[in-house]
Nanobody, 124 residues
Framework: QVQLVESGGGLVQAGGSLRLSCTAS????????MGWFRQAPGKEREFVTT???????YYADSVKGRFTISRDNAKNTVYLEMTSLKPEDTAVYYC??????????????????WGQGTQVTVSS
């Protein structure tokens, strides 16, 4: 069993930056593929980015060039660096872990463990 806890959310002005952290307990994250998703009010949960156990990463087109995912296996933590934030980035951001390295990384159903989420609000 893996427990995931996100932190780092908050209120920021458009154009600003935030760094989210996702720290795991229960098991090492070294062999998991990690993802970040977000969900805005009234919308479905959507894929943001993922990083595999080997460091390969993929991004949604909406955040490419602005967001960066990274992992520190020694700290059992995954990070999401968000820059040039826009009001449309406002959402609850969730960290998730999955076993598979397959191409379905954008499907939330493929992730076995989820954090409780952290709110990110970008004001215009």
């Amino acid at each position: 069993q893996v427990q995931l806890v996100e932190s780092g959310g908050g209120l920021v002005q458009a154009g600003g930056s935030l760094r989210l952290s996702c720290t795991a307990s229960g098991r090492t994250l070294s062999f998991y593929n990690m993802g970040w998703f977000r969900q805005a009010p009234g919308k479905e949960r959507e894929f943001v980015t993922t990083i595999n156990w080997n460091g390969n990463s993929y991004y949604a087109d909406s955040v490419k060039g602005r967001f960066t995912i990274s992992r520190d296996n020694a700290k059992n933590t995954v990070y999401l660096e968000m820059t040039s934030l826009k009001p449309e980035d406002t959402a609850v951001y969730y960290c998730a872990a999955r076993y598979s390295s397959g191409s379905n990384y954008a499907d939330p159903l493929g992730y076995a463990y989820w954090g409780q989420g952290t709110q990110v609000t970008v004001s215009s």
